[in-house]
């Protein structure tokens, strides 16, 4: 090659180099333009709403801290080779350096004259957050489960609680044609290898539809060491024999503010305690807690409603995990094993239904009949939904998925959005406009895979009553009322529904509020 050509050939290089990162330069710009302008009308949206501005690029900079923080910790689990879960000092190690996504709640206590340290393991992401950290790394998915609590004795740390691994909702996307072609989320990709792809394609598929109780979870197991049964809500935890140990964990008691935090496991603990004390397999339980956690919901109590009606206060049971396992996979034991224990030790469960396909194709089928059955249904009749279990005949269950009833998802928004309207001081009008979309492509989803459309009730005209119920200007003016109408619809928003069905001239809070004062 001639120097000539040489030079000509370097000139050309030199000029491909300069418009390679022309180009880098020019998307990186284009990317920063994307995102001030996308900041600017979060924060113009925002503004509308009645939230600041700065309120606005606080979020936004906290999560980017979250996703930081989450690419962190995937980095730091993928250097655990070959374990199967984080071992609990290290994920108390965790819990801090990672403190945008995990908190703890410790509590000392002291039992059969040993001092005890309780501590209880959370998420502290929202819940647009919590699909993406769980489908992040396997090691998070299995580690920090739907409740965990560790019991610290004379230094040494045991697993006493351990809850279900998170389970998603079925992503409707996938049935719009066959494959994955239309899972474009990576996060809803990994979501969906951890329901469906885990399933055998040619053998028989077991699944056991069960009810999805709409009340508070309680988490129940023992410890034959301290004799003690370990009692939790989701997120928190407390030991007990008899009801007499309940008063340490009393804030009107104990005057400790934080201990506030236990409303609910003492109301599932006090629960529980009536329910051994007429059991005759108190032994049996005893040896099966040991080992495994008892999950189930604490509901029908009229002060801590949710969206179904139940008859009266009671546990209702449906699932035993291990506390401790060899197999990273196990969720929970084989429903089939559950439900049959359950039932033979005289526990409450939950209502079920068994369904086999004979294969996988077989299975997509049944499982978009029941999608449409249960998205149809009324909450009077199947309640929030349906928990999926989906297993082989006899020994291995492969995973989880929910399935929840519009009518259901309907009336959620419509507590959510009310809440914000209260909260947030947010535009009635503009939040119904809102409402509408959101309830309008939820049923759009689902009609996209069936060829005869669902016709259904949108509640568009319940969620009016109830945004226009909160336009009076002295929620906003007096914070004693403001807190009543938060309470009212946190914790009575089945009274408050049946009040604004009824009630048609006059406000339901201001009623309510006045009902109060009176008594």
Request: proline share 2%.
């Amino acid at each position: 090659m001639s120097s000539i050509d040489l030079k000509d050939q370097n000139q050309e290089n030199q000029q491909n180099q300069q418009s390679k990162s022309q180009k880098k330069q020019r998307k990186i710009i284009d990317k920063l333009t994307q995102l001030t302008e996308e900041y600017f009308q979060q924060s113009q949206n925002i503004n509308q709403d009645g939230i600041s501005s700065s309120k606005s690029l606080a979020q936004i900079s906290n999560n980017q801290l979250r996703k930081q923080q989450i690419n962190r910790l995937v980095e730091e689990c993928c250097k655990m080779k070959n374990l199967k879960e984080i071992p609990p000092e290290q994920v108390l190690k965790m819990v801090k350096t990672y403190d945008m996504l995990f908190a703890s709640q410790s509590k000392q206590v002291i039992i059969n004259e040993f001092n005890i340290q309780i501590i209880d393991i959370k998420l502290r992401v929202h819940h647009e957050f919590e699909d993406y950290l769980y489908s992040q790394h396997p090691l998070i998915h299995n580690t920090f489960r739907r409740g965990l609590c560790y019991l610290i004795q004379d230094n040494e740390y045991s697993i006493i609680r351990r809850g279900l691994k998170k389970f998603f909702d079925i992503n409707l996307k996938q049935f719009y044609s066959q494959g994955n072609s239309n899972l474009t989320n990576k996060t809803d990709q990994i979501i969906n290898n951890y329901t469906l792809s885990c399933l055998p394609k040619e053998s028989e598929i077991k699944i056991t539809q069960m009810e999805k109780v709409n009340g508070e979870n309680a988490q129940i197991s023992y410890i034959r060491t301290l004799d003690r049964w370990v009692i939790g809500s989701k997120n928190v935890t407390l030991l007990c024999i008899d009801e007499s140990e309940l008063k340490q964990y009393d804030s009107q008691i104990t005057n400790d503010p934080l201990d506030s935090r236990y409303k609910y496991a003492i109301k599932i603990a006090q629960e529980w305690l009536k329910i051994i004390a007429l059991s005759k397999n108190v032994d049996t339980i005893k040896n099966y807690l040991n080992e495994h956690t008892l999950i189930g919901e604490y509901c029908g109590n009229i002060e801590y409603q949710h969206l179904v009606q139940y008859d009266h206060v009671q546990l209702k049971f449906y699932a035993l995990v291990p506390k401790l396992s060899n197999e990273s996979s196990v969720t929970c034991l084989h429903p089939d094993f559950t439900l049959n224990l359950l039932q033979s030790l005289e526990l409450n469960i939950v209502k079920f239904n068994h369904i086999i396909a004979e294969n996988y194709q077989d299975f997509i089928k049944k499982l978009l009949d029941l999608t449409r059955n249960i998205s149809i249904s009324k909450l009077q009749d199947d309640g929030e939904g349906n928990v999926l279990y989906f297993s082989d005949s006899q020994k291995e269950c492969f995973s989880l998925a929910k399935l929840k009833t519009l009518e259901y998802r309907f009336k959620r928004k419509i507590r959510e959005k009310l809440r914000l309207i209260i909260t947030k001081n947010q535009d009635p009008n503009l939040t119904l406009d809102k409402y509408v979309d959101e309830v309008t492509q939820l049923l759009k989803e689902l009609n996209q895979i069936y060829e005869d459309p669902i016709q259904i009730d949108l509640n568009i005209d319940l969620a009016k009553k109830c945004f226009e119920a909160a336009k009076i200007e002295s929620i906003q003016k007096n914070t004693d009322f403001k807190n009543f109408c938060l309470e009212l619809i946190d914790n009575k928003f089945l009274s408050f529904l049946t009040e604004i069905e009824q009630n048609q001239q006059e406000n339901v809070f201001e009623l309510a509020y006045q009902r109060k004062n009176i008594i």
